[in-house]
């Protein structure tokens, strides 16, 4: 079974700071691992994902991701925060094994960026 | 191009109607998916199209789901004799060939609300 850990509900933090956002994942298999991002009333929106290769994954809109094997984990940091970052962010691991090919999806972190 | 397209965008009904959700997929896309998004369950898995192949139902939680697609395209979801548990935002997304690390890009979601 895979799962996902995203361990904050919520972040705080002010426009012009760094941010991260928490995610730490168990598979039995390799990890694929995703970040979405939904703003209200909109889809999900792919950010970035790590399959293999170097463990510092970049991303859309600035956002970056670093993959911890030994911590199992896979936070998303941005090194200046926006406003309209303030969303709310999931993150999403497979290890594509068997015949199903779905995303077991963290219960989200909502980010907000105060001016 | 255009992305992965939904419809309704908002149904609501009355408890004990069936309902039908539309999504079409992004041109191209093989693989197609259900998830529904719930307070308090986060995003589920419900079902999983590739190809031809017999479709993953592993997600669906009771046999008043049903999902069909034609075509290897167009995929409508059903959900029978609704109750009020069933009220969520129900998201369709597809990828390009379900192969390893494909992104799954959504769409905007039905909104369901059983009365």
């Known amino acids: 079974a895979q799962s996902v850990a995203q361990p904050e509900d919520q972040v705080n933090v002010a426009e012009g700071n760094p941010l991260t956002v928490k995610c730490t994942y168990s598979?039995?298999?390799?990890?694929?691992l995703f970040w979405y991002v939904q703003y209200p009333n909109r889809g999900l929106q792919f950010l970035l994902k790590y399959i293999t290769g170097d463990n510092l994954v970049k991303g859309s809109y600035g956002f970056e991701a670093e993959f911890n094997k030994s911590q199992t984990s896979f936070h998303l940091k941005k090194p200046s925060a926006l406003v309209s970052d303030s969303a709310l962010y999931f993150c999403?691991?497979?290890?594509?094994?068997?015949?199903?090919?779905?995303?077991?999806f963290g219960s989200g972190t909502q980010l907000t960026v105060l001016p | 191009g255009a992305g992965v397209s939904q419809s309704p965008s908002n149904k609501v009904t009355e408890k004990g109607k069936d309902v039908e959700l539309r999504c079409d997929p992004i041109s191209g896309h093989t693989a197609l998916y259900w998830y529904r998004q719930s307070l308090g369950q986060g995003l589920e898995f419900l079902i999983y199209?590739?190809?031809?192949?017999?479709?993953?139902k592993s997600g669906l939680p009771s046999d008043r789901f049903s999902a069909e697609r034609t075509g290897g395209s167009v995929s409508t979801l059903t959900i029978q004799r609704t109750q009020q548990e069933d009220s969520a935002v129900y998201l369709c997304a597809s990828s390009l060939a379900a192969t390893l690390g494909d992104e799954q890009f959504f769409g905007p979601g039905t909104r369901l609300t059983v009365l």
């Open positions: 598979v039995s298999g390799n990890p694929y």
């Open positions: 199209f590739q190809g031809n192949s017999a479709p993953d």
């Open positions: 999403a691991v497979s290890d594509f094994s068997g015949s199903a090919r779905q995303l077991t």
